[in-house]
């Protein structure tokens, strides 16, 4: 029996991606994250501060791997451009939207696998001091589930408009960097933030996505979650089908 | 000036004649990328089942937007074409099924050689032993066992390009569209594939074949369309095509010295009216002609006229890059 085309490019997306440079990306650098930032930030707090913001900071960086799922997305179809596999898979036995869908649940698959990684890591740290129900986790991996799709549109979206690989590549780095500090992965938002980065807090999305993980943690959703939850899908729901009107505007021009 | 397409020149499947085998129909197809001018204008052929096709043509020609429109990549602005007797409008995942296409630029995963016969395999649905089997038969045939396990980026131009053919045999195909596959290829790997690919045909693969090389096309191709500017100049068998443009033969000359140009450019003048075509290149020309007795004699009082000796002067018969240069250059002065 064959499988479906979209496990079939999901099978290929994962062989060819799982190496250890996209590893270091996906799973390295988060990490780091959480060791260097929980131990280090975590030391500023009197009292054995450092477990208690490690506890913190879990949430947040599972939350995180659904933008480094949206990067490694976005790179999947900026290589199979580049190296010419996208026209190669074009003409072989699939749609363009099993390409496009074959990615986009290939980053679910990371950005899923990615914050089990670090949950179990946190574990391995602060063992016992890391509370979480069945139904706090299952509602934190919702969310970022919902956060890959989001950022891995976003990624095609860009991988779609922009031409040259410089500009993506600096895109993508602006991009992480912007959208990991200027939200809620590291620090709960504070109303004495300079008025625009408020704003940025307030817009982006991986702020919905650490506050729904790290309420559902703590096994109360926060009341923003209200309306940051449906909002994150509607914006999930545009940016796909964004995407994918760019995506099969421009794979033209490269095939 | 934008193209204007009436709606009756849409495209629509093409009648296919089944009664013989006609598996490829192409009527009237056009097709513009900017709005402006054409990359394939007006192009009809058909192409029978077991039948080895190429395309021959100049860079630019448009034989790889051909390619793009038969494999289902490009949708044409307007003509007929059906694949198999189905319409690519309509049916173009089925088509892609049953075809396969080895492009003209590289294209490969980042994985060892092994690694990219396994994935395309499971692309395509080539059951786990049958892949295996195939995969180790089509690297030993196309002498690539002592690169199976290096990443294939790493591999020479011409190794790259024996992954990119054997690859594409992983699957079962009725049609197989092969655009330029012996680029960088060695005279004996591009005659063992070039023997491979009309022992398939013999068992009944249709193959499109496109080429720059004027020989391999004369030594694979049951027939051969020649294409410039996104049109079809000439179409026949190969050796149709030959005694089309002879009764001609070639004179081919080269110059020991003095001024090339100028010489070529007063023998031009004395060989107008006896249908003679010259193309000259610095030193040397090429001239197909109806009467190569008589050019011999004008060259002869030419070279005796102006004092320039000859360094090669022959009289050959026509090949096929003969007929392919004397349809585009005229293409060109018309």
């Known amino acids: 029996m064959s499988l479906p085309g979209i496990v079939k490019l999901m099978y290929r997306n994962v062989k060819v991606n799982v190496d250890p440079g996209t590893l270091i990306i996906l799973i390295g650098l988060p990490a780091m994250y959480l060791v260097f930032f929980g131990f280090g930030f975590g030391a500023m707090i009197p009292g054995g501060g450092a477990t208690a913001y490690l506890t913190f900071l879990t949430p947040g960086i599972m939350s995180f791997q659904c933008v480094m799922a949206g990067t490694v997305g976005g790179s999947m179809l900026w290589a199979d451009r580049r190296w010419g596999m996208l026209a190669q898979i074009l003409v072989g036995p699939f749609t363009r939207l099993q390409y496009l869908l074959g990615i986009m649940f290939t980053s679910l698959i990371f950005g899923l696998a990615g914050a089990f990684v670090m949950l179990l890591g946190a574990f391995a740290i602060v063992g016992a001091s890391l509370q979480v129900t069945l139904w706090g986790a299952l509602t934190a991996f919702g969310v970022i589930a919902i956060g890959s799709i989001f950022f891995g549109s976003l990624m095609l979206l860009i991988s779609g408009l922009v031409k040259s690989n410089n500009a993506y590549n600096s895109i993508q780095i602006l991009l992480i960097f912007v959208v990991n500090f200027a939200s809620t992965v590291f620090y709960s938002f504070n109303s004495s933030l300079p008025l625009p980065i408020q704003v940025l807090f307030q817009i982006n999305p991986l702020t919905y996505v650490a506050n729904a993980a790290r309420g559902g943690f703590v096994g109360s959703l926060p009341a923003a979650s209200s309306w940051q939850i449906p909002l994150l899908i509607v914006e999930t729901i545009v940016l796909l089908a964004m995407a994918t009107r760019v995506y099969v505007r421009s794979e033209i021009s490269f095939v | 000036m934008t193209l204007q397409i009436s709606e009756n020149e849409q495209m629509s499947p093409a009648r296919v004649d089944m009664s013989t085998q006609q598996v490829i129909a192409v009527e009237n197809l056009r097709h513009s990328y900017d ?262 004699q004008r060259i002869m009082e030419l070279s005796q006229e102006t004092g320039v000796q000859m360094d090669w002067l022959n009289i050959r018969k026509n090949t096929l890059e003969d007929v392919f240069i004397s349809s585009v250059t005229k293409t060109e002065h018309e």
């Open chain 2, 35 to 296: 709005g402006k001018s054409f990359a394939l204008d007006d192009v009809t052929f058909g192409v029978k089942k077991g039948e080895v096709f190429g395309l021959l043509g100049k860079n630019g020609a448009g034989k790889t937007t051909l390619i793009k429109a038969l494999t289902t990549l490009i949708k044409p602005t307007s003509g007929k074409l059906s694949i198999l007797g189905l319409d690519p409008r309509r049916d173009g995942k089925e088509i892609r099924q049953r075809i396969g296409v080895v492009q003209q630029g590289e294209s490969f995963d980042f994985a060892t050689v092994e690694g990219n016969f396994d994935i395309y395999g499971v692309l395509w649905g080539v059951p786990t032993r049958i892949r295996q089997q195939r995969r180790d038969e089509l690297i030993k045939s196309f002498g690539l066992q002592d690169v199976r396990k290096k990443r294939a980026f790493d591999l020479s131009g011409g190794q790259k390009r024996r992954v990119q053919v054997a690859r594409e045999l992983m699957h079962d195909m009725d049609v197989l569209f092969l655009d330029e596959p012996t680029t960088g290829l060695d005279v004996i790997m591009r005659r063992e594939l070039l023997d491979s690919v009309r022992e398939r045909a013999r068992k009944g693969l249709t193959v499109v074949f496109t080429t720059h090389n004027l020989e391999e096309a004369d030594y694979v191709c049951d027939r051969v369309a020649v294409v410039d500017e996104g049109k079809i100049l000439a179409m026949d068998t190969v050796e149709n095509l030959k005694r089309l443009y002879g009764g001609k033969k070639t004179v081919e000359v080269t110059l020991a010295g003095g001024d090339g140009q100028g010489f070529f450019d007063r023998l031009r003048i004395r060989l107008a009216g006896n249908g003679s075509e010259l193309k000259a290149e610095g030193n040397s020309a090429v001239i197909l002609t109806n009467d190569p007795k008589g050019t011999l």
